[in-house]
RNA sequence: GCCGGUGUGGCGGAAUUGGCAGACGCAAGGGACUUAAAAUCCCUCGCUGGCAACAGCGUACCGGUUCGAUCCCGGUCACCGGCACCA
């Protein structure tokens, strides 16, 4: 009979529910595991065919894990909050939390469809507000310990989202999701301190097992430098702050630049003889979006402050101070020493603007470009520095300004404290009150959850207020601390709130007197292994590590991190090669392809499309091959066949090797490989007949992959149990190995032949059979050997030399 | 510009990291079964020459180390991803 694949995957997925077969459970007796893949935003589309792709590898992994003996977690939720389904609900009037009940019903029922072995027990919704007032519980800490904090700073404004975006969230100077241009806008806005954990974020990388381009990414974006910060006196009498990550080169500062936005310029506005040029160029850079900002990088300008000038500290020198637009007011102090003759960036800037430039550092042309080389370059025209190494000179002239009291060294990062505030509807409700007296006041913790409350209309203001801002019953409530009238904050918080600590909820779910037991968490946490996307490397992942570190500093969670792995796939790519999308037309529904073949070949396929971490193109007629594998297991198992469970003689050998194969492939994710080897060992069982443990070995190694089919097969040929949960088949290396091998013949280094020797034949004896085979002798017979190699079960590599 | 990665048949991709390049699958061609088609099964399938045995070439390109290089070293080119005026 034919595989009735729909009826099968129905049948065992009923069971799989009905006997909660993976229900997680704190065993003490057993070791844990806790496999977590990124929760989906139940979007209005439902699932497309590259969710199921790491969905499919960790159930993989917790599939073979339960199978080997561990307690599992494998847990599924919904990031639910965020702008698609207001937006949804705001085109057609509906409530949001409706949009969202009708997606999560969705999409759960597409990820049963696929036979996900997640404990369904323990799904969470962010958007629930048993949830969500732990997210704000956590904000209400932060609150409490400085980290949370409201500042007036200029923010990314998305001009189609109407809403602020965090840094994280600006990609080439657009809006992350929208892709609409992002404008600056002075907004008082909730900021959360990550920077007070950059070190840390950065230090504990060093002993996490995460894959290389993760790291890179997340150091290259804390983005730690090492330098100096320095005080130069100006004939203003005061004194104007830099930082430098060179100031070895401090000889080589012939002016100085701040950005337009530093604040001393208010402070000298009456000494500038040329106010209304300097204005100008502030009111300029004020204009222009960050994208043209890096967009005109090319051409530098600027304007120089007349009436004003700084002092070199290390010479008495009188210099130029510049401002210009290339220096960011958001990093180090705002302002810099120009040393056009070592930095790319000021030489630019002194060739546009025709400033002196004087060499320090020897070994380049200063005149042709900036000299950059920290390595090999010497100290000149540098006074006490002369004659050093850059090296050398740096610390020397740290020494020297920290004894002056005119500097110190000084250590910055690139990464920013992070926007909080969204002016949207659909997120959690910020717990703050503001009261005319007592400031920002939180919310008691009795009074969580504080709910979203009904609103008519969930489109943001005209002036980019949130929707919450006019609901007037609900914004004016009285200060808890002095009992006054007192003001709700109408922000809500990002959608990365909710995702920052999902992981732990996971562990004790349903409990309402924490965010998680101290049991459960001390039994399940760290999560293990974490597989997901690379565009959450800066966002969702860092903003966690973050949020866990805190906790840990809190002493809610027992670790001080909160993934122990981390794994990424690539993305799965239409048909014809590119990102699918709906308007591209070329998005494939799994529904579609479960409909056609079954949920365990789209499973199969979608692990052997490629590699794993790469990029892949879905190709229509390839999961074909994946079917016809399992119809060949099918027609295999489907009846009964006689006899015990132990392996047949004939393919002892290489149902060891296979076990070994896709045991570790399993564990590198090389899927591809590991069905590859399955279908090896299937294609071998056509040249000797496997036996019913040869069957059952092909089975369990199958079930990992190819649940529904496994466990119909198992149930056919009187197997105990659940497939799923029979034991992980163990090999032996010693019965790994055939009696007789084949060796190829190189004569200097080109294959000649092949022949075949007892596995334990000995170099001697390899190289007489080698040269007693036909062919050899005949390559020999002017020839004599001088030389040879052998491989231990491989080849034999034999040299001669003409006669 | 800086950082990271990749380059192998018609296609997706393998190769225990120095040991038989192209596993496994797709597509293609031929054959069997069939009234026919689909499905299934068998064979061929890197390029060139040859009826064949076989020989030569071949892992982006040029060179090196080695008995032996897809893998190591030096150089060149192309593509992809991340960051980007971070001083």
Redesign the pocket.
């Known amino acids: 009979m034919k595989y009735a694949f729909t009826e099968i995957e129905k049948k065992w997925q009923g069971r799989w529910e009905e006997e909660k077969s993976f229900k997680a459970s704190e065993d003490p007796t057993k070791k844990k595991f806790y496999g977590l893949i990124e929760f989906p935003y139940p979007s209005g589309e439902g699932l497309h065919v590259g969710h199921p792709r790491p969905y499919t590898a960790m159930d993989i992994i917790a599939r073979k894990r339960r199978m080997e003996g561990y307690s599992v977690l494998f847990p599924i939720g919904f990031d639910a909050f965020g702008l698609p389904t207001e937006n949804y609900a705001i085109k057609h009037k509906v409530h949001p939390a409706e949009v969202t009940k009708k997606n999560i019903a969705r999409f759960t029922s597409q990820l049963k469809m696929l036979g996900y072995s997640f404990d369904w027990d323990r799904v969470v919704d962010t958007t629930d507000p048993a949830y969500y007032k732990w997210t704000q519980w956590i904000f209400l800490k932060m609150f409490e310990k400085g980290l949370a904090y409201k500042a007036t700073m200029p923010v990314n404004w998305c001009t189609s989202c109407k809403c602020v975006l965090a840094n994280e969230e600006v990609?080439d100077g657009v809006c992350e999701r929208c892709g609409s241009p992002v404008v600056r806008k002075e907004k008082s806005q909730w900021m959360l301190k990550i920077t007070a954990y950059a070190q840390r974020l950065l230090d504990d990388l060093d002993d996490l097992d995460y894959i290389?381009?993760v790291k890179?990414?997340q150091r290259?974006?804390i983005?730690r430098?090492t330098?100096a910060e320095v005080n130069f006196d100006t004939t203003a009498g005061d004194k104007l702050k830099i930082?430098?990550?060179?100031p070895d080169t401090l000889f080589g500062a012939t002016y100085m630049v701040v950005?337009p936005e530093h604040p001393i310029l208010k402070k000298w506005e009456s000494l500038l003889t040329n106010l209304d040029a300097v204005k100008a160029y502030q009111a300029e850079a004020a204009r222009k979006s960050d994208f043209e900002?890096?967009e005109?990088?090319k051409e530098?300008t600027g304007v120089k402050l007349e009436g004003v000038m700084a002092i070199n500290p290390v010479n008495g020198v009188e210099i130029p101070i510049f401002i210009s637009?290339?220096?960011?007011a958001s990093?180090?102090t705002?302002a810099?020493m120009a040393v056009p003759g070592h930095?790319e960036?000021d030489w630019d800037f002194a060739k546009a603007m025709d400033l002196p430039i004087i060499e320090v550092v020897a070994g380049g042309n200063v005149e042709e470009a900036a000299f950059t080389d920290i390595a090999t370059g010497t100290m000149v025209n540098s006074g006490f520095l002369d004659g050093l190494s850059v090296e050398e000179a740096k610390k020397r002239i740290i020494t020297w300004l920290t004894d002056h009291k005119i500097g110190e060294s000084k250590v910055?990062f690139?990464l920013r404290d992070w926007v909080f505030s969204r002016q949207r509807y659909w997120g959690e409700p910020i717990p703050i009150v503001h009261c005319d007296c007592c400031g920002y006041v939180a919310v008691p913790e009795s009074e969580l959850p504080l709910r979203l409350p009904e609103v008519e209309n969930y489109e943001t203001t005209d002036t980019g207020e949130s929707p919450l801002s006019v609901m007037t019953e609900w914004i004016n409530t009285t200060c808890p601390k002095c009992g006054g009238p007192a003001k709700r904050e109408t922000d809500t918080m990002p959608q990365w709130a909710g995702s920052s600590w999902y992981f732990l909820r996971y562990t004790d779910p349903r409990n309402n007197q924490a965010l998680a037991s101290e049991e459960a968490l001390k039994y399940w946490t760290p999560v293990d292994w974490y597989n997901g996307g690379?565009e959450h490397t800066?966002l969702h992942l860092l903003y966690s590590r973050f949020w866990h570190k805190f906790l840990y500093d809190l002493g809610v969670v027992p670790t001080k991190e909160p993934y122990a792995k981390r794994t990424s796939h690539g993305m799965i790519l239409g048909e014809d090669g590119v990102k699918m999308s709906k308007s591209r037309g070329n998005v494939i529904n799994p529904n579609d392809i479960v409909d056609e073949f079954g949920a365990d070949t789209l499973r199969l396929y979608i692990m052997f499309?490629?590699?794993f971490e790469?990029a892949?193109?879905w190709?229509s007629?390839?999961v074909?091959?994946c079917k016809?594998?399992l119809?060949?297991v099918w027609a295999l198992g489907e009846e009964k066949i006689p006899g015990d469970d132990s392996l047949s003689k004939e393919n002892e050998a290489l149902i060891h090797r296979t076990i070994k194969k896709v045991s570790e492939d399993i564990e590198a994710m090389?899927f591809?490989?590991a069905?590859?080897a399955l279908?090896?060992m299937l294609?071998e069982f056509?040249a000797h007949k496997p036996s019913r443990g040869d069957l059952k070995a092909l089975l369990t190694l199958l079930c990992p992959f190819a649940p529904h089919i496994v466990e119909e097969l198992w149930e056919r040929q009187g197997f105990e149990g659940l497939a799923s949960t029979a034991a992980w088949p163990v090999y032996d290396e010693s019965k790994m190995v055939e009696d007789t091998i084949?060796?190829?013949v190189?004569v200097?280094?080109?294959?000649?032949a092949?022949i075949t020797v007892a596995a334990d034949a000995s170099d001697d004896e390899v190289v007489a059979a080698a040269m007693a085979e036909p062919r050899i002798a005949k390559i020999f017979e002017n020839m004599t050997l001088i030389?040879s190699?052998v491989?231990k079960k491989?080849?034999v590599?034999l040299?001669g030399k003409p006669n």
């Open positions: 990609v290389d381009r890179v990414q290259n974006w983005g430098s330098g930082y430098t990550t060179r950005s900002r890096t005109l990088a530098k637009d290339y220096v960011l990093y180090g705002g810099i930095d960036r910055n690139k690379m800066t499309i490629g590699d790469k892949a193109t190709s007629n390839a074909k091959g016809r594998f119809d060949r090389k591809n490989t069905i590859a279908m090896s294609n056509g084949s060796l190829a190189q200097s280094g080109k294959v000649r092949q030389k190699i491989v491989r080849l590599n040299i």
